[in-house]
């Protein structure tokens, strides 16, 4: 498939930030790190490989953000400034690689394109984030075994920042008319080695999507699937495939 790497300089975060491109056309995704990831992870680990009949057959181009976790959800330090710096990398997703992968899709200055977005584990939370505070950048999102509430990440610390980056939590804030409506929203978390936590967060985030009126689905797996890369390559293609066809892609 076709590839291309890129290393710019980011103005909110003061620094040079990497990410990678794959396929040729078709809808632009935004693939997110897991905790502590990086953005060749998506091809170190086989999820690019995972969609490669989307990405080769030109109904999707993914592209692969990289993440600071180790200065915001990983970090020891204190609460506020780790909270701070997510926001950061946030605002550096909506305000500079999300334009700049329109730019390489071809999509620039088309008010009505928007990026879909994915990941797993703490990748899902960013993923679910982005699509439920900026619809009118993001038109779905996936999430595979995701962490949807920032409170374990910070040892508890909770401020207006955290909270905005917790999807269960943002749900109780936002006020209805600010509610994604019409995308998918594809939730799936296995039931197996690793996964407690997470099938716990996957269910209270549906949950509260529930309660506040927001389309989504919710498929649990099975006692074998567990928190790991294998069962996520099996997942996504299942997933992304589902987003694709309800986006008309």
């Not at 946030?90 to 999300?98: D, K, P, S, T």
């Not at 993001?138 to 905005?164: E, I, M, Q």
């Not at 716990?200 to 529930?210: M, V």
Request: hydrophobic share 40%; glycine share 14%.
């Amino acid at each position: 498939m076709q590839t291309s790497y890129y290393k710019e300089y980011s103005r909110f975060l003061k620094r040079e930030m990497e990410f990678k491109v794959y396929g040729h056309a078709g809808q632009p995704c935004l693939a997110l790190p897991c905790e502590g990831g990086r953005f060749y992870d998506w091809e170190d680990r086989g999820l690019a490989a995972s969609l490669a009949p989307f990405i080769e057959g030109g109904q999707l181009r993914l592209f692969c953000a990289d993440g600071v976790d180790g200065e915001s959800w990983l970090s020891g330090g204190e609460g506020r400034p780790r909270a701070e710096m997510q926001e950061r990398w946030f605002n550096y997703l909506c305000g500079e690689l999300v334009p700049r992968a329109l730019g390489l899709a071809g999509e620039a200055g088309r008010g009505d394109c928007r990026l879909l977005t994915m990941g797993a584990g703490l990748g899902a939370l960013h993923a679910v984030s982005l699509y439920l505070r900026r619809p009118a950048l993001f038109c779905g999102a996936v999430g595979l075994s995701g962490s949807y509430k920032a409170g374990g990440w910070f040892g508890g610390y909770s401020d207006d920042l955290t909270l905005r980056s917790s999807p269960v939590d943002l749900l109780r804030l936002l006020p209805r008319e600010k509610l994604p409506t019409g995308g998918p929203l594809l939730l799936c978390c296995g039931q197996g080695p690793y996964e407690e936590r997470f099938l716990a967060e996957t269910r209270e985030l549906a949950a509260a999507l529930a309660a506040r009126q927001v389309p989504h689905t919710l498929e649990l797996w099975g006692a074998d699937s567990a928190h790991d890369w294998p069962w996520w390559q099996k997942q996504l293609p299942i997933f992304v495939g589902r987003a694709l066809a309800a986006l008309g892609a």
